[in-house]
């Protein structure tokens, strides 16, 4: 079984609507992430967690919000999405060994937003 | 802008090739990160460098760190099908956040 998962790993929805990117892991880690993935941008940081009580914005937080369910769960909202939030979405956790913060990475959700 | 800048942005070579991928910054990094990533799928880690100067070898890889920690560099010798993805070089910075290149997509030809 992976260590990081996605649902639903496909989306197609209208302007307008709230969509849900939900990501669960069993790695054990505290750290968790939400990135998206546009062609010729690399991957941009949305919001961050270091624990169950922690929530930070990244770098593009506007138009999303997140909740941290438990130290395992971390999901990503459009409260109403928009045609410019299409994208490869991924969800990753770390667990800081020294200074390097390795993540791992889920398998993506590719959202199309119409 | 990006804070990590990677060249090429494409490389098509034909096996048996080598090839060098390059990642740099004109900011400090405590440790960088290099990961491959391949079609309907996740990045995944290949090496993390620590000190300056420090060259790491996986195989036919080999991750080199500047001096300065600013850039870094991989070199694929004899690259195979099998090789074929996007490269992602990535930077830890003080706050613990990673700073994405925008990646090299690499094709090897058979």
């Known amino acids: 079984d992976a260590d990081v998962t996605q649902t639903p790993r496909n989306r197609i929805t209208k302007t307008g609507k709230r969509i849900m990117l939900e990501c669960s892991q069993t790695?054990?880690?505290?750290?968790m992430y939400w990135y998206r993935q546009d062609p010729g941008l690399g991957l941009r940081l949305i919001y961050y967690?270091?624990?169950?009580?922690?929530?930070n914005k990244g770098e593009i937080s506007d138009g999303y919000s997140v909740s941290r369910q438990a130290q395992a769960k971390f999901s990503l909202s459009l409260e109403s999405a928009i045609p410019n939030q299409t994208a490869l979405y991924f969800c990753?956790?770390?667990?800081?060994?020294?200074?390097?913060?390795?993540?791992?990475f889920g398998p993506g959700t590719r959202l199309t937003v119409l | 802008t990006q804070l990590l800048e990677q060249s090429p942005q494409f490389l098509s070579i034909q096996e048996g090739e080598n090839l060098t991928v390059y990642c740099n910054s004109s900011?400090?990094?405590?440790?960088l990160q290099w990961y491959r990533q391949e079609p309907g799928e996740g990045p995944v880690l290949l090496v993390t460098?620590?000190?300056?100067?420090e060259v790491k070898k996986l195989k036919r890889l080999t991750f080199q760190f500047g001096d300065a920690r600013k850039d870094s560099s991989l070199h694929i010798t004899a690259a195979q099908p099998g090789d074929t993805g996007l490269y992602l070089c990535?930077?830890?910075?003080?706050?613990?956040?990673?700073?994405f290149g925008a990646g090299t997509t690499v094709t090897v030809r058979a």
């Open positions: 990753a956790t770390s667990a800081p060994r020294g200074t390097a913060n390795e993540q791992f």
């Open positions: 790695k054990g880690h505290d750290r």
């Open positions: 967690s270091f624990d169950v009580k922690d929530i």
């Open positions: 900011s400090v990094f405590s440790s």
């Open positions: 460098v620590v000190t300056g100067g």
């Open positions: 990535a930077g830890t910075s003080n706050d613990y956040k990673l700073s």
